[in-house]
C-alpha cells in the first residue's frame, strides 16, 4: 500500500513538473525557429540563421511567460551576432509560441 501511493505522489510531481511551468531553453529555441520559419516563409529562407537561444530567466506574466534572452543570429550583410533581448512566450496546443 506504501509504495502504491509513494509512486502516486512521484507520478504526480512528475507530470506537474512536465506539464506546467516556464519554458525550456530548447523550448524558447524551438518557438524561435517556428516564428522565424513563419514570418520568411518562401521569402528569404535559409538567410537567417538562429543558433542558439540561452535562456537567461523567465518570470510569470498573464497568460504566459516574459523570458529574458541571449541569441545568436546569422543574417545577410549583418553576419553572425549575439543580443539579449526580452520575449513573451504563452503556451498553445502547439506548444510555446512568442507573442508581440
Known amino acids: 500500500m506504501k509504495i502504491t501511493q509513494i509512486l502516486s505522489v512521484g507520478m504526480a510531481c512528475l507530470l506537474t513538473a ?3 511551468g516556464e519554458p525550456s531553453e530548447q523550448e524558447i529555441f524551438d518557438a524561435a525557429q ?3 520559419e513563419n514570418t520568411l516563409s ?3 529562407e535559409g538567410m537567417i540563421t538562429i543558433h542558439a537561444v540561452k535562456k537567461l530567466g523567465c518570470s510569470k506574466a498573464d497568460n ?5 534572452i541571449e541569441s545568436d543570429v546569422e543574417r545577410p ?3 553572425r551576432q ?3 533581448t526580452q ?3 504563452i503556451n498553445s496546443d502547439d506548444g510555446w509560441v512568442i507573442v508581440q
Do not use: H, P
Request: proline share 0%; with cysteine; charged share 15%.
Open 18 to 20: 512536465c506539464s506546467g
Open 87 to 89: 520575449i513573451r512566450l
Open 34 to 36: 517556428m516564428q522565424l
Open 64 to 68: 504566459g511567460y516574459n523570458c529574458d
Open 82 to 84: 549575439k543580443a539579449t
Open 42 to 44: 518562401g521569402v528569404a
Open 77 to 79: 550583410f549583418v553576419g
